[in-house]
């Protein structure tokens, strides 16, 4: 009995995968989740749609892949991170809708932290920077609105969790409220270093102690399902943030190795083994997944827009039908012409970090055509994954350099765009036979925590190249197009 299952509740759906022991995929379910906006730059997610469409999608996966919910070994959960989450420990109900990771409400409480000048705590404390992308700010948000919320949380009576915590206290019936170490380290209240809840970061937000999950490491036998939801108990024995869950489905382990995930935006980590490596070059950093006790860290970049400007090809300039038709048009010229495409419709992320930067496409002239947008929008999702790449080497130092970049989400797969990254970066851009790898590395934490593997050399040996991309632009050409985008980006950022 060697299948296991992976629930992967991200951004846009929810999706459950079955694998077998060398890391295939067995079979998949797929549903969409409806995104809230209530108001300009602010996002929710329905919690109990999360939880349904997640259960929905397990159920069916089983079924297709002709499982019965006793021959899976374990299950993992892999989910969007620092996504919010608060609610009632009898009822089970939520008490407000989730928070989303895009949601920029709690910028003003941001502003007040920085100015109580408590930056290079939260950077010594958690790696990050005080941004309102993390949970701990968006928690105060629903404290400080919802009447009664902080008197009800200080009586013990709420819980508060990322949406593994939600999942998998709905997956057993209220009885197990914990998180990882990957997803907790996102809440800009971990002490990172200890993997405990910093009480100094608490007192800073007035966030009751009451609210908090147990951390655990990733790979950890956190508890069992309720006999009813899958037709049997299955073993909860992972839990990772999808992109800690990538790098560890990419099987980066060990410091110096790195992955890109291109989705809706890209999420570039390097793993830097157990050393807390902090960033003076726009990056963070952050708790890898951890299969024991141990503390590891991660370099992350994160650009907040990368497939999603081919969204924005397709419903905005509507110059495609399909996602899959931009590589054609791309290609039907030979380059971009000069034209530079800054995607900054949601200000810039990493390693900018300039929120009031907005969308730009610079260098047009008469020749230049919709193919031409085209081929500098794709282009950017590679300038901006470079960018990361230029601070994660800046950061290093040398002896320390990045030898090849492996990748996985849904842009992966266009060919041009992946060339195109080979050579801005000078190194070889590696797909795997298995482009699944967040909800692969879930898999795999709950087959470790299962004794499904051994060992990490197993996992290292099931990942198999699909294709290696090797750079064929000349050096200085890269660093050309490279200082054009940075001219670009500063036009961006000026308005
Ligand atoms: N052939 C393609 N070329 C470039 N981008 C693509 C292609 N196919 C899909 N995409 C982009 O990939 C993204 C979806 O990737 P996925 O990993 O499923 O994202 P997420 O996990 O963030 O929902 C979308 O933004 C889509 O525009
Ligand atoms: O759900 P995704 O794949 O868009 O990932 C979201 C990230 O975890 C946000 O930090």
């Not at 499904?452 to 197993?458: H, I, K, M, P």
Request: with cysteine; proline share 4%; net charge neutral.
């Amino acid at each position: 009995m060697s299948y296991l299952l992976a629930l992967d509740q991200g951004t846009s759906s929810s999706r459950s995968i079955v694998f077998d022991r060398a890391g295939r995929v067995v079979a998949l379910a797929q549903r969409e989740i409806r995104q809230i906006y209530p108001q300009p730059g602010w996002v929710e997610h329905d919690p109990r749609e999360l939880w349904s469409t997640q259960l929905e999608t397990a159920r069916e996966v089983l079924a297709k892949a002709g499982l019965k919910a006793g021959e899976v070994a374990a299950l993992g959960i892999t989910n969007q991170r620092e996504t919010t989450v608060v609610w009632n420990r009898a009822s089970g109900e939520p008490i407000h809708n989730a928070i989303v990771w895009q949601d920029r409400r709690a910028e003003p409480t941001c502003a007040a932290l920085r100015a109580q000048g408590l930056e290079p705590l939260v950077r010594r404390k958690t790696g990050l920077i005080i941004d309102a992308y993390f949970s701990g700010t968006k928690l105060k948000w629903i404290l400080d609105h919802v009447p009664g919320a902080r008197d009800a949380a200080r009586r013990g009576e709420l819980a508060f969790g990322t949406v593994d915590s939600w999942l998998l206290w709905r997956l057993t019936g209220g009885r197990v409220h914990a998180t990882d170490v990957s997803n907790a380290s996102r809440t800009m209240l971990l002490d990172v270093h200890r993997n405990e809840w910093d009480e100094e970061l608490l007192a800073a937000l007035d966030i009751p102690r009451e609210l908090l999950p147990q951390v655990r490491p990733s790979a950890h036998l956190y508890g069992h399902s309720e006999s009813a939801l899958l037709g049997a108990p299955v073993a909860i024995g992972g839990i990772a943030g999808d992109q800690q869950a990538a790098l560890f489905g990419q099987a980066c382990f060990s410091a110096g190795l790195a992955k890109n995930t291109y989705g809706t935006g890209c999420f570039m980590l390097m793993h830097t083994g157990t050393e807390f490596r902090s960033s003076a070059n726009g990056l963070i950093t952050t708790s890898a997944a951890q299969p024991t006790a141990r503390p590891e860290f991660a370099l992350e970049g994160s650009v907040f827009i990368g497939g999603a400007v081919v969204q924005w090809l397709r419903d905005g300039l509507r110059a495609i039908k399909g996602s899959g038709e931009v590589q054609a048009l791309a290609e039907s010229v030979p380059d971009a012409g000069g034209v530079v495409f800054v995607p900054a419709f949601t200000g810039l992320g990493a390693p900018y970090w300039r929120p009031e930067a907005s969308g730009a496409i610079v260098g047009l002239t008469r020749g230049s055509t919709v193919a031409h947008i085209a081929r500098a929008a794709l282009e950017s999702i590679a300038f901006q994954s470079a960018a990361l790449l230029q601070a994660m080497s800046r950061d290093l130092g040398a002896e320390a350099a990045v030898t090849e970049l492996r990748v996985d989400g849904g842009a992966c797969v266009n060919d041009m765009l992946m060339q195109f990254q080979a050579d801005l970066l000078g190194i070889p851009v590696v797909r795997p036979q298995v482009i699944e790898t967040t909800a692969l590395g879930a898999a795999y934490l709950a087959g470790l925590a299962c004794g499904v593997y051994a060992g990490l050399d197993e996992l290292s040996r099931n990942w198999r190249v699909e294709r290696r991309f090797l750079p064929t632009l000349p050096r200085e050409r890269a660093a050309e197009l490279m200082e054009r985008w940075e001219r670009a980006v500063r036009q961006a950022v000026a308005g």
